[in-house]
Nanobody
Framework: QEELVESGGRLVQAGGSLTLLCEAS?????????MSWFRQAPGKEREFVAA????????SYADSMEGRFIISRDGGKNAIALQMRDLEPEDTAVYYC?????????????????WGQGTQVTVSS
């Protein structure tokens, strides 16, 4: 059984919107994991996108995403979502869902305990 499964990635035109979904196993939420989104483009390092606390009360965003992306959490459905708008070609990447046991928010790959397989987002222009 996979701990994290992403979905929603697809081809979208620049300026468009897209919502990604990550479905997690119940245990991830039961132990109060913080959850995050990271992304990685070919030839580049994996970078932080957004994070949300177990309770959903706290969030954090990378500077380039803040104001355009919104991370949300639904404990009842064991899922988190990433709402993206005003997409740019530079946003093209594989987006990964992640969960970790950081005391606050997971914003670094070293803090991640579980990775999803990723979902491809391609922004055309």
């Amino acid at each position: 059984q996979e701990e994290l499964v992403e979905s929603g990635g697809r081809l979208v035109q620049a300026g468009g919107s897209l919502t990604l979904l990550c479905e997690a196993s119940t245990s991830v939420f039961t132990i109060r994991y913080s959850m995050s989104w990271f992304r990685q483009a070919p030839g580049k390092e994996r970078e932080f996108v957004a994070a949300i606390s177990w309770s959903g009360a706290s969030t954090s965003y990378a500077d380039s995403m803040e104001g355009r992306f919104i991370i949300s959490r639904d404990g009842g459905k064991n899922a988190i979502a990433l709402q993206m708008r005003d997409l740019e070609p530079e946003d093209t990447a594989v987006y990964y869902c992640a969960a970790g046991r950081a005391p606050s928010l997971v914003t670094a790959a070293s803090e991640v305990d579980y990775w999803g397989q990723g979902t491809q987002v391609t922004v055309s222009s």
